[in-house]
Antibody, heavy 119, light 112 residues
Framework: QLQLQESGPGLVKPSETLSLTCTVS??????????WGWIRQPPGKGLEWIGN???????SHNLSLKSRVTILLDTSNNQFSLRMSSMTATDTAIYYC???????????WGQGILVTVSS | QTVVTQEPSLTVSPGGTVTLTCASN?????????PNWFQQKPGQTPRALVY???NKHSWTPARFSGSLLGGKAALTLSNVQPEDEADYFC????????????FGGGTKVTVL
């Protein structure tokens, strides 16, 4: 069964770059049909899709965040990562890593990690 | 800029029926937007309910159904139960050179 687990800092300073990692178990990133991605949710607010990446190299990003976001796959460690630059207080949110296949036929979420942007 | 719009809140009586909608500022929502619906209860991770407009997951209660309605994606809750009180989010796919997904703002469903 596919399982995802986020890891990374819970606190980031303004203007810094956020780096989060998602460890995947139950499937191999290599040759997987899944798209691996990130979704975030500011406290008390709605969900925001950030972007995703397929092992083939196909990728998609939220157009409003595209210039700040990098998603990479590390097949040797079966992990994928999110880097988001120029963090501000408005980026404070729970960040979820997700695995999605076949336009939502399968949608697996990590438990989420709260990232606070504060000096 | 793609914008997906949902009703901010809806109230329904137990045993009643309520329909949530999901609209796109780019035009009519179609099956090519592969509408997904998620349910989220306080303090929990979102749970997928419906994918590709009307397909249910194995855990989705039969009283939930997805459709296209008047140019929008729709999620209908029938015979509503108290445990259906939650936030519901739709997710739409936009294809093309800059393909991406976009969430709606969510609908808070209150059962009383």
């Amino acid at each position: 069964q596919l399982q995802l687990q986020e890891s990374g800092p819970g606190l980031v300073k303004p203007s810094e770059t956020l780096s989060l990692t998602c460890t995947v178990s139950g499937d191999s990133l290599s040759n997987s049909p899944y798209y691996w991605g990130w979704i975030r949710q500011p406290p008390g607010k709605g969900l925001e899709w950030i972007g995703n990446m397929h092992y083939s190299g196909r990728h998609s990003h939220n157009l409003s965040l595209k210039s700040r976001v990098t998603i990479l796959l590390d097949t040797s460690n079966n992990q994928f990562s999110l880097r988001m630059s120029s963090m501000t207080a408005t980026d404070t949110a729970i960040y979820y890593c997700v695995g999605e296949w076949d336009f939502g036929n399968s949608y697996t979420w990590g438990q989420g990690i709260l990232v606070t942007v504060s000096s | 800029q793609t914008v997906v719009t949902q009703e901010p809140s809806l109230t329904v009586s137990p045993g009643g029926t309520v329909t949530l909608t999901c609209a796109s500022n780019t035009g009519a929502v179609t099956s090519g937007n592969y509408p997904n619906w998620f349910q989220q209860k306080p303090g929990q991770t979102p749970r997928a309910l419906v994918y590709s407009t009307s397909n249910k997951h194995s855990w989705t209660p039969a009283r939930f159904s997805g459709s296209l309605l008047g140019g929008k994606a729709a999620l209908t809750l029938s015979n509503v139960q108290p445990e259906d009180e939650a936030d519901y989010f739709c997710l739409l796919f936009y294809g093309g050179a800059q393909s991406h997904w976009m969430f709606g703002g969510g609908t808070k469903v209150t059962v009383l």
